[in-house]
């Protein structure tokens, strides 16, 4: 069975899909990008406050399903510009700040509303 995840603390979907998915132990969690979730626009400022912004949104989703970063176990991030690898890790760093989950990180051509920086998650739900 699956269960289609949704909460107004985090960016509505902008398209054909679901913030998140419980199936199966796990919570998959849609690509979250600095969106506010109050205004539905980019948040202003450079690849660190657009990575912090996209990584509050996935909290609010982790939250509203009782479960917060500790509990990811894969994450997925996409950047415009690999040259902003370290900047990324700086702030990625202060969300996951104990045994981290495994990762992957791609320099992509484009992404949504020409966002700097997209991160997606799985997370073992309790």
Do not use: H, W
Not at 43 to 72: C, H, P, R
């Amino acid at each position: 069975m699956k269960e289609i995840i949704s909460t107004d603390k985090a960016p509505a979907a902008i398209g054909p899909y679901s913030q998140g998915v419980r199936a199966g132990g796990f919570l998959f969690l849609s690509g979250q990008i600095p969106l506010d979730p109050k205004t539905m626009t980019v948040v202003a400022g450079d690849v660190a406050a657009q990575t912090e912004q996209a990584l509050m949104n996935m909290k609010a989703v982790l939250e509203s399903q009782g479960l917060d970063f500790s509990d990811v176990v894969k994450t997925t991030v996409f950047i415009k510009d690999m040259n902003d690898f370290g900047r990324i890790n700086e702030i990625y760093a202060k969300f996951f700040t104990k045994d981290a989950p495994a990762r992957s990180c791609v320099e992509v051509a484009r992404l949504p509303k020409d966002v700097l920086v997209e991160i997606e998650a799985i997370a073992l739900l309790k």
